[in-house]
């Protein structure tokens, strides 16, 4: 996904008649040209997003095999690779090098202020470390990212959630009324989940089993199901928003900061995520949904709202028998 000399991203450019506006501003702008009154400028600041997880990708291609390093502990106690920091580092440099006004939520810098925010941001600099670590060069882990709306967002105020899958070069993302799309070299695809809702043995289905929770609620009633777990949430969503897969069933945690990148996208490429009693997450509150210690809410992502639903229904009637 090269730049061209104006600062494009090359291959974004399509019959999409919004999207096309946008792609003419992705250009590199100077500090003056976001003035306060932000609603003018919010095609200026999806763009500004994307290009920001163009630049993780540079990053993390300049680092190769010494993005392995282990470096320090993170917020959460894990042990973070230079790599993830430099990831993180690469988006957030890259929305100051914009001068976007806004609130990151990362998982290694932690909370970062850039001016006086009047956005909210996600960062994991590369989720699915441990699949990096395992196969770094066919892996699918990703950097995530997403923007938002405002500093206290409901996940309905997407602007913008996407992916940098670094292994395969392509990035996904998911533009607020603009669809959802796949770069990839010079060239530009629309991407749409598989629209399935047929709920059988064959519905290919990702599940999240790190968590107790989730072999609780979602592993032990699809038993037999189609079912698998692959340690990378960006798969999971990435693979759910190009039609690969119907279902990633996850939890809140940690910041749920690969929920809100992946809102976003699984959003505009005609998908749902739902709370285990069917509600769409639009309407939660980012900094409130699943922000309690340890507490770890059930989400299902599904590709169509129908087979939400029928997962939904299957679940509360296994809990019935179960009770």
């Known amino acids: 996904m090269p730049l061209s000399k104006s600062g494009r991203l090359q291959g974004l450019e399509g019959s999409n008649p919004s999207l096309s506006a946008l792609i003419k501003n992705i250009s590199y702008m100077p500090i003056e040209s976001f003035p306060p009154e932000r609603e003018q400028n919010l095609e200026q600041v999806k763009l500004a997003a994307t290009r920001a997880l ?15 390093e282990e470096v320090q502990k993170n917020q959460f106690g894990e042990t973070a ?40 941001a996600t960062l994991d600099g590369v989720d699915g470390s441990a699949l990096y670590k395992q196969d770094r060069l066919f892996g699918k882990y990703g950097t995530m990212f997403s923007l938002f709306k405002g500093t206290d967002p409901c996940y309905a105020d997407y602007i913008m959630g996407g992916i940098m899958q670094h292994s395969t070069k392509k990035m996904l993302v998911g533009l607020k009324d603009d669809g959802a799309w796949v770069l990839e070299g010079a060239e530009k695809k629309p991407i749409h989940t598989s629209n399935n809702i047929d709920f059988d043995s064959k519905t290919k289905i990702y599940i999240d089993e790190f968590f107790e929770i989730n072999r609780d609620i979602f592993s032990r009633p699809l038993v037999g199901y189609n079912t698998s777990y692959k340690q990378a949430s960006s798969l999971y969503y990435a693979d759910v928003a190009e039609g690969l897969a119907d279902f990633a069933l996850e939890c809140t945690r940690k910041g749920n900061l690969e929920i809100a990148a ?56 296994r809990r019935h028998v179960a009770i």
């Not at 163009?54 to 392995?68: I, M, P, T, Y």
């Not at 001068?99 to 001016?115: A, F, K, L």
């Not at 749902?272 to 210690?293: A, H, W």
């Open 262 to 317: 992946a809102y976003g996208l699984i959003k505009e490429a005609g998908g749902v995520m739902v709370d285990l009693d069917g509600n769409d997450l639009r309407g939660q509150k980012y900094l409130n949904f699943g922000m309690k210690e340890k507490e770890y809410l059930p989400i299902i992502t599904a590709s169509s709202p129908e087979l939400a639903q029928k997962l939904v229904a299957f679940l509360r009637d």
């Open 81 to 120: 690779l230079k790599v993830d920091i430099a990831c993180e580092k690469a988006v957030l440099d890259s929305l100051k090098a914009d001068n976007i006004p806004v609130r990151v939520y990362s998982e290694e810098h932690g909370v970062i202020d850039i001016g006086m925010p009047q956005f909210l």
């Open 54 to 68: 163009q630049k993780a990708f540079e990053v993390f291609s300049e680092l190769g095999e010494r993005g392995l």
